[in-house]
């Protein structure tokens, strides 16, 4: 159905998807992060 190749390129697909998941996650939390020193800063 997905032809010869499938074996690299659906786990080569799903690699990627965990990846871009974990990046933004890690961008949010930055951004979080981010926010709360500025709001704090912001404050004094």
């Keep these: ?3 010869k190749y499938a074996a690299f390129i659906v786990p080569a697909f799903a690699i990627t998807g ?3 998941a974990g ?3 890690a961008a ?3 951004a979080r ?3 709360r020193r ?3 800063l912001s404050r004094k």
């Design 1 to 3: 159905m997905l032809g």
């Design 18 to 20: 965990v990846v871009f």
């Design 38 to 40: 500025y709001e704090e």
């Design 23 to 25: 990046m933004i996650v």
């Design 33 to 35: 992060r981010w926010r």
């Design 28 to 30: 949010l939390a930055h």
